[in-house]
């Protein structure tokens, strides 16, 4: 892509109302543009990092074995009636009426949705074990929604639904997600702490949360620094190995404040080992057993032929939140530097452009063609402008690597850099090789 035509509404001025450094960048840098309090449009930029990002995110589902299926965004009241939530769930569901006058609602989640499509087919343990999940926009009416995409009310989740024919089955599906969530998140280049959490409206007796340490976190963590060292390939995706993979993270103390109690941090971790931190939440994963599935009467044949419920867990990640806490995570000395495995464009072509030199903007599209034949999508910044201005801008936009042509290029050597490190003079083969690695 050319930079000149690329619809990227850069704002002049950061802007000062909001709060954080990840609301601010997304405003400036055109990835977002506000259309109502809470509420989003995804411009280009920002739209194809939450892609990137959904990707991932769909591989390593999909690596568990589970399949990917599309719920709508409304729904009917019946089934929320029928689990009780339609009262419980308060103001939070945002509720419409259709013009026949029955009652429908954006979904803010769908253990309801999924149970009413299981028990409309599935009948017999034959059937079982089952893991499907979609990604989807919710809707919930956050009393304040702040900070952009990390609290909204419309936003893009990946929820999936784990259905077994006993306790122990149902835990090794939450093993395998536990296990699915830490290998996304390692991905995206984040540090995911699992925590063991309350399990709220969703309800259940198991849960844990994912959280990414960063300042402007809403959650207050505690943890024994042990945590930080259990390392995932250690692990293979076999029923003991989760187990104990599981087992090892919850013998670690990590709550958040929900759980928080002073007595039982302080004498279950040592004072040198105690962290207190403020993270975000980025993941969130349950098992409940047969709470929807007895109430919504969900019910299969066993091997016996007795009729009992499905157990069930759920596990959503926020797709469009971690646009943002990446950015919380990774922004630094007033540079953004993506992931490069989410990266908008994997590398930014900047030649030195002025009025009577056009030498480096030949160049420039010359090395942009050469990448488009290997499949490198690059943007090449054909503006002109100082390159001071340049450079700043691209501290904005946040593409890890950078070829920059200019007064210290030669015909056949570039200084290629990472963003945030000193560049060095290479031919576009050893790019190349960088590149593609
Ligand atoms: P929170 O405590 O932050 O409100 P939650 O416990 O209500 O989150 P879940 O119902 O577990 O969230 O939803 C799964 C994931 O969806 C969360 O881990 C989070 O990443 C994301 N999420 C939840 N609410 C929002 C929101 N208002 N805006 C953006 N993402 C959200
Ligand atoms: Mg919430």
């Known amino acids: 892509m050319y930079l000149s035509k690329l619809f990227i509404p850069i704002l002049?001025?950061?802007?000062?109302?909001?709060?954080?450094?990840?609301?601010?960048?997304?405003?400036?840098?055109?990835m977002i543009k506000q259309s109502a309090a809470g509420i989003y449009s995804w411009l280009p930029l920002g739209f194809k990092v939450m892609k990137k990002i959904e990707q991932i995110v769909?591989?390593?589902?999909?690596?568990?074995?589970?399949?990917?299926?599309?719920?709508?965004?409304i729904q009917s009241s019946e089934i929320w009636k029928?689990?009780?939530?339609?009262?419980d769930y308060g103001d939070e569901m945002l509720r419409i009426k259709d013009r026949q006058g029955r009652e429908m609602l954006y979904g803010p989640t769908n253990e309801e949705l999924i149970t009413e499509i299981f028990r409309s087919s599935v009948k017999s343990y034959k059937l079982?074990?089952?893991?499907?999940?979609?990604?989807?926009?919710?809707f919930r009416d956050e009393i304040r929604p702040r900070f952009g995409v990390m609290r909204c009310r419309e936003f893009y989740m990946k929820d999936a639904y784990s259905f077994d024919l006993n306790e122990e089955d149902a835990k090794n599906s939450y093993n395998?997600?536990?296990?699915?969530?830490?290998?996304?998140?390692?991905?995206?280049?984040l540090k995911?702490?699992?925590?063991?959490?309350?399990?709220?409206?969703?309800?259940?007796?198991?849960?844990?949360?994912?959280?990414?340490?960063?300042?402007t976190g809403e959650?207050?963590?505690?943890?024994?620094?042990?945590?930080?060292?259990?390392?995932?390939?250690?692990?293979?995706?076999?029923?003991?190995?989760?187990?104990?993979?599981?087992?090892?993270?919850?013998?670690?103390?990590?709550?958040?404040?929900?759980?928080?109690?002073?007595?039982?941090?302080?004498?279950?971790?040592?004072?040198?080992?105690?962290?207190?931190?403020?993270?975000?939440?980025?993941?969130?994963?349950?098992?409940?057993?047969e709470k929807y599935s007895s109430k919504l009467n969900c019910l299969i044949d066993d091997q016996n032929g007795k009729k009992i419920a499905v157990k069930m867990g759920s596990y959503g990640i926020g797709v469009s939140r971690l646009v943002g806490a990446i950015i919380e995570a990774k922004y630094q000395n007033n540079i953004m530097k993506w992931p490069q495995s989410i990266s908008p464009y994997e590398v930014a072509i900047i030649p030195n452009i002025s009025k009577n030199n056009r030498e480096y903007l030949k160049k420039g599209i010359e090395i942009y063609n050469k990448l488009k034949k290997q499949n490198i999508d690059a943007l090449l910044d054909d503006v002109e402008e100082n390159m001071a201005s340049k450079f700043k801008k691209h501290d904005l936009i946040g593409i890890p690597h950078q070829i920059i042509l200019g007064a210290k290029?030669?015909?056949?050597?570039?200084?290629?850099?990472?963003?945030?490190?000193?560049?060095?003079?290479?031919?576009?083969?050893?790019?190349?090789?960088?590149?593609?690695?």
């Open 12 to 30: 002049k001025d950061l802007p000062s109302d909001e709060k954080i450094k990840s609301h601010q960048l997304m405003l400036k840098a055109g």
């Open 58 to 73: 769909r591989e390593e589902q999909n690596k568990i074995g589970a399949q990917e299926m599309l719920m709508p965004t």
């Open 82 to 87: 029928e689990s009780g939530r339609y009262d």
């Open 128 to 138: 079982l074990p089952q893991m499907l999940y979609h990604i989807q926009w919710k």
């Open 176 to 189: 395998k997600m536990f296990f699915s969530y830490l290998n996304t998140f390692n991905r995206l280049e």
């Open 192 to 215: 995911a702490i699992p925590m063991s959490a309350d399990t709220g409206p969703i309800g259940g007796d198991l849960s844990h949360e994912f959280i990414i340490l960063a300042d």
């Open 219 to 289: 959650s207050q963590i505690y943890a024994d620094k042990k945590i930080f060292d259990i390392r995932l390939d250690n692990f293979k995706n076999e029923k003991l190995s989760l187990d104990k993979m599981r087992k090892d993270f919850s013998s670690i103390y990590a709550v958040t404040d929900e759980k928080f109690n002073e007595k039982e941090f302080n004498s279950k971790v040592s004072k040198d080992n105690q962290v207190k931190m403020k993270g975000i939440e980025v993941g969130h994963i349950f098992y409940f057993g």
């Open 409 to 437: 290029s030669s015909n056949d050597k570039f200084e290629f850099k990472e963003i945030d490190k000193k560049s060095e003079l290479l031919t576009l083969d050893q790019i190349l090789s960088k590149l593609l690695k």
